[in-house]
T-cell receptor, first 113, second 113 residues
Framework: DQQVKQNSPSLSVQEGRISILNCDYTNSMFDYFLWYKKYPAEGPTFLISISSIKDKNEDGRFTVFLNKSAKHLSLHIVPSQPGDSAVYFCAASGDPSGSRLTFGEGTQLTVNP | DTGVSQNPRHKITKRGQNVTFRCDPISEHNRLYWYRQTLGQGPEFLTYFQNEAQLEKSRLLSDRFSAERPKGSFSTLEIQRTEQGDSAMYLC???????????FGPGTRLTVT
């Protein structure tokens, strides 16, 4: 059972435009959500997170939106830069110890110059 | 700034052999996690330590897999009698007591021939 799902395997945008990456989850016990970025041959790099008590968190060019009723979150990157080209993973946590992260399948973002 | 390190970065082994991977977490992090990632998928949780205590194991961690963190610092993941299905990227992550923001190492890529 895929509890965290990223339905778009890939996304291509022009430099300077907005990139919107989407993520859906099914487990209502999830209460903390994270986005990671991964370059080839490297481990995932933490990008931004959001608690379920908020609906928006912003850090520079990156903003994460959470819609709890729809069990949906999105990552907005504005403006997109070629260096943002990477695989983006959505992850969620919610077990009592806060230990395991459950990841989506990832979305390959390509930002074209 | 010393991040999470993993050794070796690549391992090729024949089916039936045993392999051991090492993870050195960020020094002040008391939590350590192991994940496995296969092509086209997000990382999947394997196990988690708080200090030297192994607190959680996924059902993915068959009895051929064993993980240790003997002094609450580095950790090892051993796979006995490797199978071709064990071929994957093995990722280690660490965090402080604020559990959700896990920081990943570069991974060990295992190929079983």
């Amino acid at each position: 059972d895929q509890q965290v799902k990223q339905n778009s395997p890939s996304l291509s945008v022009q430099e300077g435009r907005i990139s919107i990456l989407n993520c859906d989850y099914t487990n209502s016990m999830f209460d903390y959500f994270l986005w990671y970025k991964k370059y080839p041959a490297e481990g995932p790099t933490f990008l931004i997170s959001i608690s379920s008590i908020k609906d928006k968190n912003e850090d520079g060019r990156f903003t994460v939106f959470l819609n709890k009723s729809a069990k949906h979150l999105s990552l907005h990157i504005v403006p997109s830069q070629p260096g943002d080209s990477a695989v983006y993973f959505c992850a969620a946590s919610g077990d009592p110890s806060g230990s395991r992260l459950t990841f989506g399948e990832g979305t390959q973002l390509t930002v074209n110059p | 700034d010393t991040g999470v390190s993993q050794n070796p970065r690549h391992k090729i082994t024949k089916r039936g052999q045993n392999v051991t991977f090492r993870c050195d977490p960020i020094s002040e992090h008391n939590r350590l996690y192991w994940y496995r990632q296969t092509l086209g998928q997000g990382p999947e949780f394997l196990t988690y330590f708080q200090n030297e205590a192994q607190l959680e194991k996924s059902r993915l961690l068959s009895d051929r897999f064993s993980a240790e963190r003997p002094k609450g610092s580095f950790s090892t993941l051993e796979i006995q009698r490797t199978e071709q299905g064990d071929s994957a990227m093995y990722l280690c992550a660490s965090s402080t007591a604020s559990p959700y923001e896990q920081y990943f190492g570069p991974g060990t890529r295992l190929t079983v021939t």
